[in-house]
């Protein structure tokens, strides 16, 4: 793939106007044919070409603070900071990350896989260079669905009131906000952004800042002025909050862009507001059509827009099926999504059931909350959430959802590694904080007929608050349903028991008949139910094997294993030998699922090594050793 020819900020910063605009052409051929290569975040990104060179034209980011949110939309950005000859690794191992990442450039300066959070990063950022007496620009490049998000507000309603100075651009694609204004509305917007108009702005100011009279003169005029423009403009949102507010402006025009951004670095001192309108997809016909599904795409033929790979049944599908069937037959199931409908399979339901289904926006912490205002008035509202979005409703879990007691199904799509996103989207926390929650059930499906099986069991057998919890993508080599017990011995063994959950269990039984090859007999122990655990089989295997391997998808701390041995010290029982194996207690990076397992010793080889590792350590202690 031949790729942009690389550029540095002060070239950046010669261009003229024209050129700017050729080089955006140039930069949105380069996204399509990237993207349509690693797959990843295309229509957002085409439709921030200009806005983010508009961006890099006047500020510098090595030293100014440009904070994404999402950070879905940072292609553009990575190209333009030295990273143009490794775009094509995006979001492969050892490659660019998908999101903006401080450790990857200088240039990123702050994490954002998750939305909402540039305000306040942003205002914290600004507080700090005030504190310390720097100087530098502090900028929010939002995208419209994160005004979804009450952080948004929180942050948006201190920095208005601030002072500090700090931009807000607002990405506006109308995916979520602001409808079309009208016609007057436009013209005045328009003669408002003008370079004369903010020229002559600039000098009335000056001019009615001397003498007795002038100060009153301005006051009158601005006051006439506000009156008229609330009335017509729709920026009074913003304005009330303390912002200056720009806009609403053309996001495909560099040269206004730059202008505008160039006159706000320069003589507006104090928080503002930039609004720009944008065509999500911009420049590539099949992503203007179809925005949602060109969001974040997998390999795709540029000509057709098909993907190179035909989908296959997954997770998350199999779940939106069963859930279908569940509410034909029961009127009070609800679902819910914060903006992940397609994602989490919910668009079947959503199009099936329209009266019964909510997408609330990326707003997790009130999803909790309304489904559980909703079981407690009779209905069973099933949540559809990623795991690591789960994560910001984690008050909410505790506060209104378990300290009532109530019914309220949360399907945690994307459990356990998730692969091209990385550290922000791995659902690997979700085991430990979930355990935490008194009277919480944590299912655990390793197929897609247990998926439906346990999701009926959730809606119609379990009461209080539970979580199902299933992988991204599709099933393994396992595909059994094992019903609803909590525990299953797969595999009858007398040299060690193996402990597994999840998309970890067809691994385990390769790993079974590896070992058979060593002589060694293992015993498979597939928890259906990970919290509360079913200790009592757990431990009836582990006193006849003498020797324990438990593998997770999942970070160290409060993992399934800590757990069993914990419970089984309680009881007295010891193993000779023991080995926990998951994630640790760090982050991990992005990549191919089978690439980070491997990296995380995860893989059927790192396995089964281990547990010659185990078997070989207890064999040379006489059978004393515990590890």
């Known amino acids: 793939m031949t790729h942009i020819i ?11 106007d024209s050129e700017a605009v050729e080089f955006c052409a140039r930069l949105r051929e380069e ?3 990237t993207v349509s ?5 295309l229509a957002s990104n085409l439709g921030a070409v200009e806005l983010t060179v508009a961006i890099h034209r006047v500020f510098d980011t090595a030293h100014d603070r440009l904070v994404f949110d999402v950070g879905h939309q940072c292609y553009v950005h990575k190209i333009l900071t030295g990273r143009a000859a490794e775009i094509g690794s995006l979001r492969t191992f050892g490659g660019l990350a ?7 450039s200088c240039h990123d300066a702050f994490i954002a896989g998750h939305a909402s959070n540039a305000v306040s990063a942003a205002l914290g950022m600004a507080r700090a260079r005030t504190l310390s007496g720097e100087q530098y620009h502090v900028l929010a490049l939002m995208g419209d669905g994160a005004l979804t998000g009450g952080l948004s507000y929180e942050g948006l309603s201190d920095a208005g009131q601030s002072g500090e100075p700090l931009l807000i651009i607002l990405n506006d694609n109308g995916m979520s906000i602001t409808k079309n204004v009208g016609g007057v509305a436009q013209h005045l917007a328009h003669q408002r952004l003008k370079p004369q108009y903010l020229s002559f702005k ?17 006051r009158f005029t601005h006051k006439l002025k506000k009156g008229i423009k609330e009335s017509l403009l729709p920026c009074s949102l913003f304005e009330d909050m303390g912002f200056t507010y720009l806009g609403p402006v053309d996001g495909h025009d560099v040269k206004l ?7 706000v670095k320069v003589e507006v001192y104090g928080p503002a507001v930039l609004h720009v309108r944008t065509v999500k997809g911009k420049g590539y016909s099949h992503a203007e059509q179809n925005p949602d599904e060109f969001h974040g795409v997998s390999p795709f033929v540029i000509e057709t827009g098909k993907p190179v790979h035909l989908p296959q049944p997954n997770f998350s599908s199999v779940f939106g099926e069963q859930l279908c069937r569940l509410a034909e037959q029961d009127k009070s199931i609800c679902a819910i999504s914060a903006a992940m409908v397609s994602g989490t399979g919910l668009a079947p339901f959503a199009q099936q059931f329209p009266q019964r289904f909510f997408d609330v926006g990326i707003a997790e912490g009130h999803a909790v909350t309304m489904a559980s205002g909703m079981a407690k008035q009779g209905m069973t509202p099933v949540f559809a959430v990623y795991s690591s979005f789960l994560q910001r409703g984690f008050d909410m879990l505790i506060h209104d959802t378990a300290l009532l007691g109530l019914h309220v199904v949360f399907a945690v799509d994307r459990a356990g590694l998730v692969g091209d996103d990385g550290e922000t989207h791995h659902g690997v926390f979700d085991v430990a904080y979930l355990d935490l929650i008194p009277g919480m059930t944590v299912l655990a499906p390793s197929s897609f007929a247990e998926v439906a099986t346990m999701l009926e069991f959730a809606v119609h057998r379990i009461k209080g608050p539970v979580a199902i919890r299933f992988p991204r993508g599709g099933e393994d080599i396992y595909q059994g349903d094992s019903g609803t017990a909590r525990t299953c011995v797969l595999k009858k063994g007398r040299d060690i028991t193996l402990v597994t959950y999840g998309n970890l269990v067809g691994t385990i039984l390769q790993v079974a008949q590896q070992l058979k090859k060593h002589g060694i007999d293992a015993e498979i ?12 089989t757990i431990g009836e295997s582990v006193e006849k094997t003498g020797l324990l391997l438990v593998a997770e998808e999942c970070v160290e701390m409060n993992c399934v294993g800590r757990r069993i041995l914990s419970a089984l010290a309680e009881e007295g029982i010891v193993p000779r030998g023991v080995a926990l194996e998951n994630l640790g207690s760090g982050f991990v990076t992005h990549g191919k699922i089978a690439e980070l397992r491997t990296l995380c010793g995860l893989d059927v080889a790192s396995l089964c090594q281990r547990v010659l590792e185990v078997c070989n350590h207890v064999k040379k202690t006489s059978g004393f050793a515990v590890m």
């Open 6 to 16: 690389s550029i540095d900020d002060r070239d950046l910063k010669a261009m003229s």
């Open 257 to 263: 862009l730059t202008q505008l951004l160039r006159y």
């Open 525 to 536: 122990l597939k928890l259906n139910v990970i919290t509360p655990l079913d200790y009592q």
């Open 31 to 33: 996204l399509i044919q």
């Open 37 to 41: 290569q690693t797959g990843g975040h």
């Open 98 to 104: 998908g999101y903006p990442k401080p450790t990857e």
């Open 202 to 218: 600039k000098m009335y100011r000056k001019i009615t800042s001397v003498g007795p009279v002038g100060p009153h003169i301005y």
